[in-house]
Structure formats: structure tokens, C-alpha cells
């Protein structure tokens, strides 16, 4: 599967779970890390943590696993490495503190909601 139809399924997981203020920063023409990293916050640790296990799940049905996984025991922000895409999901209170998409500002930015 190419990195944008996984970016849609992505996306389309994070809605299933209420994700909030998720955006999408197209990092393919300025590193090699990665193709996208999408971003998305949750309301609380707990809610953080299903997102992340929701992703995690559903992507695993798909044959799909990330390679790295980070910040599972403080769930303030959890990132799931899956080469191409970085899924970065945070408390809200975080997100800003770290501001990604200011850091990445050179990436092409879509917010979907």
C-alpha cells in the first residue's frame, strides 16, 4: 500500500476513535525519515492510549507493524513509527508545548478537522 492511501486509513481510524485536531504534514520532499506524519490529539492519557491501541490494531489486521513505538508508559505522547508515516498522538496540553507543525513548518500542512 502506497503512503497516502495509508494516510487515508489512518485518518479514517483516528476518526472511528474521536481523535481531535488532526493534521497531516507531507515531509516527503524535505527528509528521508518519512513520507507524512500525521498528528492528532486526545482528550486524556486513557483516551490517548486507545487511539494508539486502536491504530495499532487495525493496521495490524492489515499485515501492517510499526517498527518503533514510544511513550506508551506516560501516555502524554505516544508515536508509532510505520517507516513511511509517523503517527504521533498527544494530550492536548502537549501538542502545543512541542508544536510539530511549526518544527516541521518547511512540510506541506493539512488539517482535517
Given at each position: 500500500m502506497d503512503?497516502?492511501r495509508l494516510?487515508e486509513?489512518?485518518?479514517?481510524f483516528?476518526?472511528?476513535?474521536?481523535?481531535r485536531?488532526?493534521?497531516i504534514?507531507?515531509?516527503?520532499?524535505?527528509?528521508?525519515?518519512a513520507?507524512?506524519?500525521i498528528?492528532?490529539?486526545g482528550?486524556?492519557t486513557?483516551?490517548?492510549?486507545?487511539?494508539?491501541?486502536e491504530?495499532?490494531f487495525k493496521?495490524?489486521?492489515?499485515?501492517?507493524?510499526a517498527h518503533?513505538?514510544?511513550?506508551?508508559?506516560t501516555?502524554?505522547?505516544?508515536l508509532l513509527d510505520?517507516?513511511?508515516?509517523v503517527i504521533?498522538?498527544?494530550?492536548?496540553?502537549?501538542?502545543g508545548?512541542?508544536?510539530l507543525?511549526r518544527l516541521?513548518s518547511?512540510?506541506?500542512l493539512?488539517n482535517?478537522?
Amino acid at each position: 500500500m502506497d503512503s497516502k492511501r495509508l494516510v487515508e486509513k489512518i485518518v479514517s481510524f483516528m476518526e472511528e476513535k474521536k481523535a481531535r485536531d488532526i493534521s497531516i504534514i507531507d515531509i516527503e520532499n524535505i527528509t528521508e525519515i518519512a513520507d507524512y506524519f500525521i498528528i492528532c490529539s486526545g482528550t486524556s492519557t486513557t483516551h490517548i492510549k486507545a487511539i494508539a491501541d486502536e491504530l495499532d490494531f487495525k493496521l495490524g489486521e492489515m499485515g501492517l507493524h510499526a517498527h518503533h513505538k514510544e511513550g506508551y508508559e506516560t501516555a502524554r505522547w505516544i508515536l508509532l513509527d510505520y517507516s513511511d508515516v509517523v503517527i504521533h498522538v498527544f494530550h492536548q496540553e502537549d501538542r502545543g508545548f512541542y508544536n510539530l507543525e511549526r518544527l516541521w513548518s518547511d512540510g506541506v500542512l493539512t488539517n482535517i478537522r
